[in-house]
């Protein structure tokens, strides 16, 4: 099997039908898809049961939090890639997976855009949307989760998301998973996703669980200069246009190095 789909909801019934509308169309059928329900009183529930022959698994209990849920799907994934859309998210048309297996890849992390809150929302904000991802791409951003496609082994290799965090484990487990265990990446250039654009990451302050995203990863003498200095260079390199025009600055640069090299006076007397 090609896919796994996880979908985690509490209470979001509305946000839930949207996603299982935008699953159900898609052109391509290899998949398996389960629903982890953190025990919904609104009616998501009795939804999941009325359409449970669509799920290859399904639960609806209490959990400790998004990434027990996220991770309650993943030791049950059979699918060679895991997705994680999760109620309220949709896939950007009918052809999303098509257009996305339609050839075989080896990387382990595949990732396109991702919209906020319709297709022709603004992107999100992720600095990583290029053909190669730098470590300092991974410090202050992450990947879209909802538009990533992951290669079930390697949470073997990495292990699950941390459920310490409630936040940013994601972020986390992505930059471990590039930079600690050597994981490969492909971007696709074509929008994959619609995030919802709600949600405990739209409303959560995470200057409290970035130290700890970052501990054990990135160096801990970086400063919050560096970290200004970080995302604009990460912005830089995440546009054609941007990188092509700091190539330029670095060869205006050096030829007025080598013009004041050149022209420098000589001391005689070196003191």
Known sequence: MKLSIITVNLNNLEGLKRTYE??????????????????????????????????????????????????KGIVRAKGEYLNFMNSGDCFACKETLAGVFMTSHSEDILYGYMPVGDINGSFFPSNAMKDKVCWYDLYSNTFPHQASFIRRTLFDTVGLYDEGLKVVSDSRWFAMAVLNYG?????????????????????????????????????????????????????????????????????????????????????????
């Open 183 to 271: 994981a490969t990446c492909k971007f696709l250039p074509y929008k994959i996703a619609i995030f919802e654009g709600k949600g405990l990451c739209q409303t959560t302050d995470f200057s409290a669980e970035r130290p700890l995203q970052r501990k054990g990863i990135f160096p801990d003498y970086i400063t919050e200069e560096d970290i200004t200095n970080l995302t604009i260079m990460s912005m830089i390199q995440s546009n054609k246009l941007t990188r092509f025009l700091l190539k330029i600055v670095k060869v205006i640069a050096y030829q007025i190095f080598l013009r004041r090299k050149r022209h420098a006076p000589i001391e005689l007397y070196p003191r």
């Open 22 to 71: 935008s699953v159900v169309c898609q052109t391509f059928t290899d998949y398996e898809w389960s629903v982890i329900d953190g025990g919904s009183t609104d009616g998501s529930r009795e939804f999941i049961e009325q359409h449970q022959d669509k799920f290859a698994y399904w639960c609806s209990e209490p959990d400790k939090g998004i990434y027990n849920a996220m991770n």
